[in-house]
Structures are given as C-alpha cells and as structure tokens.
C-alpha cells in the first residue's frame, strides 16, 4: 500500500468539498476553479483555520484520512491500494458543511453557499438516478433545474437566504412552472423554510403545481432517514389528497415509526401530536411546555401556512393518531379571507382535533405575560419575531397564561401535565 502526503496551502473558507478519483484527488474551491494534485502544493495563503470536514468524510468512501492543522498548511494522508478503483470521483459536498457561517463571513461567502447548495441537491438527484440538469434560461427566464422520477419530469428552485423565503419567491417560481407543458410539477427547496403567509397565498391561485421541501426535509434526506424519491411521493401524495403544498417529512417519518409500534408492542405512554402553523412556532410551543411536566410524548409539527393546519389535523386522524391538537391564530385580514377562514375552523373542528384557539399570534399571546420592561428589552434586542416569541415562551408568568387561555389550560389538563418546580 502507497500513501501519499499532501501539504498544501489554501485559503481554507474557500474550501468546498473534495474529489476522490483513483490514487488522487481534487479540491473544490469557492472560485469554481477546480485544482487537481499527485503530491503537490498550491500557492494560496491560510485565512481561517477551521479543519474542513470534508477531509474526514473520506473515510465512508473507503479513503482512510488524517489531518493536522497549523499557521499556514493542512497536511492530509490518503492511503491507497492498488485495487482502490472507485470510477468517478465523489464529491463530498454536505449540507451541514454549511449551516454555520465561518468568522468573519463576507457576502461572497453566503453567494458560494448558495451554489454549493445546487450542486448538493444534484448530488442527490444523481445517487438516485433521477438525471438532473443544470440551470436553464429558456425564454429569458432563469431556472434552476430540472430532474426526473420514473418519467415524471419537475423543475426545480433552490434558495438559502437568512430571511425565510417569502411569497413573492414562491409566486415568481409557479409563473415559470404555469407557461411549461400541463401537469408539470415544480419543486421549490428552501434551506431558509418558508413563511407563513408564503405558503397559504399559493392556495389562493387557480391550481397547485409546487411542492415544497424545507430545512428539516433536506437534512432528513442527507440523513438517509428518507430517499429523495421516497420523499416526493410523500409530498405529491399529500398535495394531491389534501391540497397543500407543504408536509414535512418529519411528520411523516413519525407516522411511519408509531404504525411500526403498533404492529409490534403496544406502549402504555400516550402519544401527543401538536400542529402549529411554522418551523418557528415549533421552537416556540417547544419551549413553552419545556416548563412543564409531561408524561405524555408530545412531538410538535409545522403544518406549513395557517390554512395548511386543519388538512394536516384531518389527515393524522385519519392515520390513526388519537390525540391531536392544533394552535390556532387569526388570520391576517380576514375579512377579505372570510370564507376561508370560516371553512378552514369548521375543518378543523370536524376534525377532532383539540384546539388551542389564539387571539393573537403567538408573540403577542406570550408577550401578554411578560413584565414591561422584560418585553421591551426583548423587542430592542431583536426584531426577529419567532426569536422575540422564544424569549418570551421562556419568561411568561404561566399562573396569569392558564388562567388567560381557558383551551391551552384544557390541553394541558389532557397532557396531564404541572408546571416544573
């Protein structure tokens, strides 16, 4: 057996991922310019020293790694056997390489995420055999990409901003989906979720033609825990059945894992499911019943939108989930949305579902049980609301919210649960 040391200099936040071909490999870098070395050295300078951990992902692919890290240089050892022939190099690019911006992070750092983003998603495509192709601009118009499943063809959008993508992304998306051949499907990935009000203005238009894969979903299927295939039957299932372009993998997954309980050994700790409108409110409501005692199991699900709460409360009943409960909130200018929110409360009281009826948003709601000057001072520290709404989950003076919340009182009785010591 050869091994071959590598010490070279490179600005390491230019770092995207390595190849690994036969007896060599290649280095990804944030330039796009991809440089190739046998036992040599390349002339950039160290800027940040944080060990990339595509160094040691070469391990699962049958390359035995090491690194060490000083001033200037990242030395790496690669052993080798003759046999060691594995085709086309791999790259081992990962989401979670990216989640955590290095200090500091320039603006150009955030636009390399977002391609390295793309060339994640094919990297998926492509494992599944699910022929990606690149970026088009058919007509003057920018798409991200195609792919396809069996011979169902999608489009596809990836975004990773800070913001959660908003409507106006998910509008200009379906306007390219609607001028393609009927029954075409567009498949938007967001690893910056969506908001609220993003989601429920899809359901507003003549026809659903988008599914939507947030954050959770993403790292879910990097995870293994679910197939890219897999995944888009459970989404176009979904959307066929209930309308909806959103269902969290998360929420199927569970699904999945309580039927394989139930086939095997009933267990005596009941099981909670709880429906909120976004990915924020889950770390909210987590938050707030985190200051709680709670025999119960209790997950806490995103339905996607406000109007995406009662479909997704009406299917988990359907699947057998005997307890459900759903936080329910106004609906912004209900009065222009009178019908749909006088259909989406029926569903959702037909649905069987224990409702906690809100008056407010969420972080109005908690901010009511708060002290003045803790509110103001969470309000100056950060105009972020679903970040404001934790703080708040965690400082509310629970005697005055249950006595305020008749129906959150009520789910808490069934939860059986008592406020921690």
Not at 83 to 103: N, V
Not at 220 to 249: C, H, N, T, W
Not at 388 to 405: M, P, Y
């Amino acid at each position: 057996m050869t091994v071959h040391v590598y010490s070279i200099s490179i600005d390491k936040s230019q770092l995207l991922g390595i190849h690994f071909g036969a007896g060599c490999f290649s280095l990804v870098m944030g330039c796009d310019r991809l440089r190739s070395a046998n036992s040599c050295c390349f002339g950039y300078e160290a800027e940040y020293l944080k060990v990339p951990s595509a160094v040691e992902r070469g391990r699962p692919h049958g390359v035995a790694g090491q690194h060490r890290c000083g001033a200037e240089h990242l030395t790496v050892q690669f052993p080798h056997t003759s046999s060691d022939r594995r085709g086309p190099s791999a790259m081992l690019l990962r989401l979670k390489d990216f989640l955590e911006p290095p200090e500091p992070a320039n603006p150009a750092w955030f636009q390399r995420r977002g391609r390295s983003f793309e060339r994640v998603l094919k990297q998926m495509f492509e494992l599944e055999g699910m022929r990606p192709r690149a970026s088009m601009r058919p007509s003057g118009e920018e798409i991200d990409g195609s792919f396809a499943m069996d011979d169902r063809f999608f489009l596809l959008e990836a975004k990773w901003h800070t913001p959660p993508i908003a409507a106006s992304a998910l509008y200009a998306f379906k306007g390219k989906v609607d001028g393609k051949l009927v029954g075409t499907i567009g498949a938007f990935f967001s690893m910056s979720d969506y908001s609220a009000e993003a989601v429920d203005a899809l359901l507003s238009g003549k026809e659903l033609n988008l599914i939507l894969f947030g954050r959770e979903d993403l790292l879910l299927i990097e995870d293994k825990q679910i197939s890219m295939r897999e995944a888009l039957r459970v989404k176009l299932r979904y959307a066929a059945e209930y309308g909806r372009p959103f269902f969290g993998l998360a929420t199927h997954l569970d699904e999945q894992a309580r039927l394989g309980e139930e086939a095997s050994i009933p267990k005596p700790q009941r099981e909670w499911t709880i429906i909120v409108e976004g990915v924020d409110d889950v770390r909210t409501i987590q938050e707030l019943l985190a200051r709680f005692v709670i025999p119960a199991k209790v997950t806490v699900f995103p339905a996607g939108g406000q109007l995406s709460v009662a479909p997704l409360a009406v299917h988990l009943r359907s699947t057998g989930n005997l307890h459900v409960a759903a936080f329910v909130t106004p609906i912004p200018n209900a009065d222009a949305q009178q019908e749909h929110m006088q259909e989406h409360m029926q569903e959702l009281q037909h649905s069987g579902a224990t409702l906690v009826v809100l008056q407010h948003s969420l972080e109005d709601w908690l901010g009511n049980y708060v002290g003045v000057e803790y509110y103001n001072a969470c309000m100056m520290l950060s105009g972020y609301a679903g970040k404001v709404a934790r703080r708040f989950a965690r400082a509310a003076d629970l005697d005055q919210l249950l006595i305020g919340t008749p129906s959150f009182a009520a789910l808490l009785e069934q939860l059986e649960a008592r406020p921690k010591e």
